[in-house]
């Protein structure tokens, strides 16, 4: 079964350096997300991707993230300068409709700003 | 903005059933009903959906009340791989493609 794949699974960096999260969505999808999760609290929207644009995002998003499809199969998510309060897993997910299929998604990247 | 009412936290025993509640009493006509789960340390991941109609599929059955107020996620035979958060979420048609986790319920599965 196809499956939505992230990588690193580990990320280390220091604060105020940049980190780009890879992910390739399931080949046939065409919305991609970007979740993430601090340790210990619930899985949190950042932002929805679809026909080479945002569709929509949350407060989170703010001007230091950024996405892009560069190369129609990879999805990246950009934090330009990290801080210590962007620690979190990360998820990745792709689904083929808006409403009617599920999100499939990846098994994240746990991003750790020192 | 249609909200999900879980209980925090259920147990079972492996190999019995687990009855899964949600109560989603402001749900609007077009949202679909979506359950998702996350074991420990991995992304959530997909368990069922639906709309109107009850839906079995390989995981799980999706029982819907017959005024869409409430819905129940049926585990036939838990396993103690089922031990995970379940999250019940309407993926509501008028309100963007967000689809917005709350805390779930967290099913402890015992021998």
């Known amino acids: 079964e196809p499956e939505v794949t992230q990588t690193p699974s580990h990320q280390v960096t220091q604060m105020g350096q940049e980190v780009i999260l890879r992910c390739v969505p399931i080949?046939?999808?065409?919305?991609f997300y970007w979740y993430r999760q601090i340790l210990g609290q619930k899985v949190e929207f950042l932002v929805s991707f679809y026909n080479n644009e945002i569709s929509e995002k949350s407060e989170i998003f703010d001007d230091q993230f950024s996405v892009e499809r560069p190369d129609g199969s990879n999805f990246t998510l950009k934090i330009r300068s990290t801080k210590l309060e962007d620690s979190a897993m990360y998820f990745c997910a792709s689904s083929r409709d808006r409403l009617n299929s599920p999100l499939h998604f990846g098994n994240g990247t746990r991003l750790t700003v020192t | 903005d249609a909200k999900t009412t879980q209980p925090n936290s259920m147990e079972s025993n492996e190999e019995e059933p687990v009855h899964l509640p949600c109560n989603h009493s402001?749900?609007?006509?077009?949202?679909?009903i979506h359950w998702y789960r996350q074991l420990p340390s991995q992304g959530p991941e997909y368990v069922i959906h639906g709309l109107t109609s009850n839906v079995n599929n390989r995981m799980a059955s999706l029982a819907i009340a017959e005024d869409r107020k409430s819905s129940t996620l049926i585990l036939h035979r838990a396993t103690l791989r089922d031990a995970a958060v379940y999250y019940c979420i309407l993926r509501e048609s008028n309100s963007g493609y967000a689809l917005n986790f709350g805390k779930g319920t967290s099913l402890l599965v015992t021998p």
């Open positions: 080949s046939n999808h065409l919305y």
């Open positions: 402001t749900i609007s006509g077009t949202d679909y």
